[in-house]
């Protein structure tokens, strides 16, 4: 009995540290287009000597949001190896104006919205870094296919302050200092493009305008300056064609920017930090990734 007790009081305390703290609403007191829905939620580890944080961006295609698999479990998981965690709930097109078209006749969410959001949040976390107890010159940004344009857009356009049309003036840098893309959506250019994010990230007026979508991939907007990046996708995926990465891989060795791109032969889309989804071999890529943070020193 006693045992047990022990045993509970135990599983107790580890789930204590590994729940969220109350969400912030980031647009909160601001006149912003569907703000009310940007939400970041904080998962604060307890034992965080190097002062580490990382904003995850949940992956969705821009039309909805993986928040399980792609965002709490992620979440929990950099928490759970002492490093805090902001699960960001950006704007996302939704499933009735997928479906219906409804951006046809309303603007509805579309781009620059979540790249707003993301630097957004990226000023947030570091606004209040001594709140959360973490190094403002030590926050990242990591991204599941959707979410991985996401968070290297905020790489690649950094420079260009999205916040200021909302009255918003930044004292921080809305640079990333590492970005980490899992299976990303990279081009909005054929042969290789995903349609579904590229129609409800530039919207049903804009999706083949050639500017728009050359604006869009990345592959073609890398800085000399880009933070660190972590790439990794796998040959099998059935959604986001792999070759999304390669182009991302050429664009930042030909611009000679530090970063470690994995490529491996199973494991598909969308298994996030599960243990269940995806293969042995994908799931290789948490270790990877805590093991290159330490060799970035981070």
Not at 10 to 24: I, K, T, Y
Not at 187 to 203: D, N
Not at 232 to 243: A, F, G, I, L, R
């Amino acid at each position: 009995m006693r045992y047990r007790t022990l045993f509970f009081s135990l599983l107790m305390l580890l789930w204590g540290q590994l729940v969220a703290q109350e969400s912030v609403s980031l647009w909160k007191g601001y006149d912003v287009n569907h703000g009310k829905q940007v939400t970041l939620t904080p998962y604060l580890a307890e034992n965080n000597e190097s002062g580490m944080a990382v904003i995850v961006c949940p992956g969705g295609s821009y039309c909805w949001l993986d928040m399980e698999t792609e965002g709490e479990g992620v979440a929990r998981w950099l928490q759970s190896n002492g490093i805090s965690a902001f699960v960001l709930r950006y704007r996302a097109v939704g499933f009735g104006a997928y479906f219906w078209h409804h951006r046809i006749v309303f603007r509805g969410k579309r781009h620059p919205d979540m790249i707003t959001d993301a630097q957004r949040a990226l000023q947030w976390v570091r606004e209040h870094a001594e709140e959360y107890h973490i190094n403002p010159e030590k926050v990242g940004m990591m991204g599941f296919s959707a979410g991985g344009h996401l968070v290297m857009s905020t790489a690649c356009f950094s420079d260009v302050d999205f916040l200021k049309d909302n009255g918003i003036e930044t004292e921080v840098s809305l640079k990333p200092t590492f970005v980490a893309p899992i299976y990303p959506v990279v081009t909005m250019r054929e042969p290789y493009v995903h349609k579904r994010s590229r129609r409800a990230l530039l919207s049903e007026q804009r999706q083949h305008n050639p500017t728009m979508k050359d604006s869009l991939s990345l592959e073609r907007h890398v800085p000399a300056d880009c933070p660190p990046v972590f790439l990794v996708n796998c040959v099998d995926d059935p959604t986001v064609e792999y070759h999304n990465s390669m182009l991302l891989d050429s664009a930042l060795t030909a611009n000679h920017v530090n970063h470690r791109y994995i490529q491996y032969q199973t494991g598909g889309h969308g298994f996030g930090a599960s243990e269940e989804k995806g293969t042995a071999e994908s799931r290789q890529w948490k270790n990877e990734f805590l093991n290159w943070i330490k060799e970035q020193g981070f």
